[in-house]
């Protein structure tokens, strides 16, 4: 069955220092893998995305994220902290099903960035 | 080029009583789907419709169904409400298939905020 696993319920950062944001997942099947961000009293908003291909993806706001198949891994970062970074940071696996695709998402890390 | 609106933006109902959310995808976009966002369940996929089709679904019981039109508008139904069915009700589009064209992406509504009494 399907899990997503986010290391960190709550993470804080300097401004200007790595984000690292930590993803694991299982799936019984190679999966497509996501990374949302939700600022406060906003909407959800895709930062990247895997499906195929290469594994290390660019996504928005300087974000990318690395699919590590041995490790079960899809950890998000980002090389410098900017104050409007401060978000929730939601991972996600989808996988196929013989009807339907299923998504499931990770509890969600809150992101602080301290000045 | 419009957003993904969402209708309303806030709601209250009782138990035992229906619910209908529409939204309305960016123009030209196929595909939409929805989720539930509550604090105690978090984010959940409910499911998907791409060209008036369910495409995909979540594991919630069948009092939660939705449709999409011929102009990709969807709307979701919650019958039957139960408490625990307040949650912030989210709705997203995309031009055709999240998951399989690889430079596509998806775009979210501001939600429906539901408060079942």
């Known amino acids: 069955a399907q899990s997503v696993t986010q290391l960190g319920s709550h993470v804080s950062v300097s401004e200007g220092a790595l984000v690292l944001l930590r993803c694991n997942y299982s799936?019984?099947?190679?999966?497509?893998l996501f990374w949302y961000v939700q600022y406060p009293n906003q909407g959800l908003q895709l930062l990247l995305k895997?499906?195929?291909?290469?594994?290390l993806v660019k996504g928005i706001n300087g974000f990318e994220a690395e699919f590590k198949k041995s490790e079960t891994s899809f950890h998000l970062t980002k090389p410098s902290a900017h104050m409007s970074d401060a978000a929730e940071y939601f991972c996600?696996?989808?996988?196929?099903?013989?009807?339907?695709?299923?998504?499931?998402f990770g509890p969600g890390t809150s992101l602080s960035v301290i000045p | 080029k419009a957003g993904v609106t969402q209708t309303p933006r806030y709601l209250i109902k009782t138990r035992g009583q229906q619910v209908t959310l529409s939204c309305s995808p960016i123009?030209?976009?196929?595909?939409v789907s929805w989720y539930q966002q509550t604090p105690g369940q978090g984010l959940q996929f409910l499911f998907e419709?791409?060209?008036?089709?369910?495409?995909n679904k979540g594991n919630f019981p069948g009092r939660f169904s939705g449709r999409q039109f011929s102009n990709s508008r969807s709307e979701m139904n919650v019958s039957t409400l139960e408490l625990g069915d307040s949650a912030l009700y989210l709705c997203?589009?995309?031009?055709?298939?999240?998951?399989?064209?690889?430079?596509?992406?998806?775009?979210f509504g501001p939600g429906t905020r539901l408060l079942v009494l």
């Open positions: 799936s019984s099947v190679p999966p497509y």
């Open positions: 419709y791409f060209s008036e089709t369910q495409r």
């Open positions: 895997y499906t195929t291909g290469a594994t």
């Open positions: 123009s030209g976009h196929r595909s």
């Open positions: 997203a589009s995309s031009p055709r298939d999240l998951k399989r064209v690889p430079q596509e992406t998806q775009y």
């Open positions: 996600a696996v989808s996988e196929s099903g013989t009807s339907y695709d299923k998504v499931i």
